[in-house]
């Protein structure tokens, strides 16, 4: 019954089987700052030996905990779930723990610094406080009058799939620290709280996004956006940011959602 | 240092203390610590579904569904406690989709459900729909949707602050929570933290182990602290380890996937679970197959050049289900493996997945001094806790279930206390052994470095009491972890800063993972049976004449200062099942 499957099994790729280590020396080039140190951020070199297939964030945790205890970064479930560790690494946002170095050129050095935006407290470590005050700000909670059902709210598959793809958003802020307006203005929302935001409006069960819409209507609302798509490349779970940003703006137009 | 004072105090913002939270904001002034922020807790890493039986697809109801629970568990379950979270499951997920979480649903709106391992139809007839899932990331939107809820009921949360010690007081005899004491990353400052009541909620202590579907921080903080002021801890031999791992990395790929119909193969391209469960095959309890793909590699069918994995097989599914049902699953195969598995099989290997012992609870997620008696004011709910829903073996989509239920009844019931009884004094000096802690490993100059003894930690931990056990692997765990022991008594840590010193908390992190270890090994050791997820090779079935109670595990420290564990044991509530051999 499975010999189809078998010849595909026996031909699984070598390459993700391979057992030996390829080790390569790769330069790590990491903006450090520490406060009770110096006021002053500076570029330090680290050469490590990686296999390729390794993650970034393997490479910070080998720096750390072999070489230079002091370097600071968030990190924890370390495959792309919790957002803790989104940085800026050869200029773009990402999640160090999806980053696999072989998939960012390991010949070079690899730049490796905090995301921008946001006050860098130590290393790699920036204030989270104003990115999830913007966040709760825009009531990202589901909305309802009159009273509460006794059994689940109803709600068809192609309703629950006009939001899915804003639920994907696990708040890392890769997003809102890569848009060059909150780079500019730290009281635009940013992109993370308008896809919060829309995760709610466009859920056929919620009632309260004229109160969103009009909290977004803000000078510091959606209408800063200038669709520069940032955002969407920056996102590590791909939801399509700045799509869903003309979407909210479209409804405070239209005021149909 | 501060002195915070607050009605209730909730230990961690995973699932169950969120959930917990959500309650006790209603009910008293609270304040949620947590070493991380809530959004980052490991709940939201959890995949494939929440069981309840809602009976929305298929015949289904929570008698089964307990049934299936103390099954699952190997009769080491508390019978009572299963019934509770059966029954309770059925509102628990109500509640979810009430509060907002976006459900998968069916062609007529209800909330969708699927299969999992270990659940079934009518006592073990065959596989039932009782998972209510939302994609594989059903643990990301209960996080989601519950932190959501916090901020609808103004929760306050201390983000970033590590709890270091339980505070407890004897008053007239008895001992009573006072509070716990706190480390702020961002400053090293130290906090008290008054409360009439505290629930612990901080989550499992899989880091221990070097292959684990858990995240760095998951290393027992909340079970090392209560231990440690002599409180027991229950049931520690029992760890579950997750047959689909991804290979090497240990990172989860959710039951689901085969609930889904994936299958796992062996090198030969054989079904082999068909041998081992012939009617639930590769949906038999997670202990029944982790262990089965061992005896599939020690007999040489293990896949790739070394063979040290199996396959899980989804290429017979079509490409729209896996985008609909698994699109987290199939992406980590893509980023981690560079795999396709639109038409490749997934290298997976057990992986290290959740402690099913944990601090000793009743009911309402009151902790326990021993066997029977209470300590008031001292909650745990989630995995941290052991009430004992899982026994010796929990089913998947029953943790996601058990932080719903456990953290809802510990928030109302510590609010509920905390609102009529009186705070508790603080002992003399409450901070004093978390400073002790603190300045002697920021002060040391020992040539131990936390990287080495935490490897070699988790190297005996996966050589010697993983899948399969035997006296004689158990010993060299023992012996090897006190050893570690002793070369962590000269540990030092290269930042010597205040701020944000993340060097340190690992060192602490490690003090406790050598703690809940040794724990864990001493409990293994002694139980001379086979029982779920502890198998003996040596004994290699269950022995309910001598072993069927629950392990409680003391700290003793003897007039010398020596350290020792005392080991007690403690009656499994039994009502309406009587135990039968377990088979799938």
Redesign the interface.
Known sequence: MSSATLEKNSSAPADAESTAAHLITVTFRIRRFNPEVSDQAVWEDFQIEMDPKERVLDALHKIKWELDGTLTFRRSCAHGICGSDAMRINGRNRLACKTLIKDINPHKPISVEPIKGLTVLKDLVVDMEPFFQAYRDVMPFLITTGNEPTRERRQSAADRERFDDTTKCILCAACTSSCPVFWNDGQYFGPAAIVGAHRFIFDSRDEGGEQRLEILNDRDGVWRCRTTFNCTEACPRGIEITKAIQEVKRALITRRF | MKIHKYDTVIVGAGGAGMRAAIESTKRSRTAVLTK??P????T??AQGGMAAALANVEEDNWEWHTFDTIKGGDYLVDQDAAEILAKEAIDS??DL????L??????????DQRRFGGHSRNHGEAPVRRSCY?AD?TG??IL?TLY??C??EGVEFFNEFYVLDQLITEVDGVKKSAGVVAYEL?TGEIHVFQAKAVIYASGGCGKFFKVTSN???LTGDGQAAVYRRGLPLEDMEFFQFHPTGI?R?G?LLTEGARGEGG?L?N?????FMEKYAPVMKDLASRDVVSRSIYTEIREGRG????GDHV?L?L??LPPEQLDAKLP?ITE?AR?????EPY???I?IQPTAHYAMGGIPTNVEGEVLADNDTVVPGLYAAGEVACVSVHGANRLGTNSLLDINVFGRRAGIAAAEYASRADYVELPENPASLVIEQVERLRDSTGSE???EIRKALQDTMDANVMVFRTEQTIKTAVEEIGALRERYRNVS???K???????LLEAIELGNLLDLAEVMAVSALARKESRGGHYREDYPNRDDVNFMRHTMAYREVGADGTESIRLDYKPVVQTRYEPMERKY
């Open positions: 991380l922020y959004t980052r807790s490991h939201g890493a997920v109500l989709e009430k509060m907002g976006p459900f998968n649903r069916t062609p007529d709106g209800t909330i939302a990331r990301h939107m989601q959501q809820n901020v609808k961002a995240a760095h921080t290979w990395m990172i299958i193969r090198k030969d391209g054989e079904r896949c790739g050049p070394e396959y097989d290429t017979h987290d980590f980023t981690y493996l560079g795999i038409t490749d099989p290298p470095r936390v990287t840590v290269q930042d800063g205040k701020r944000f010193n993340t060097d």
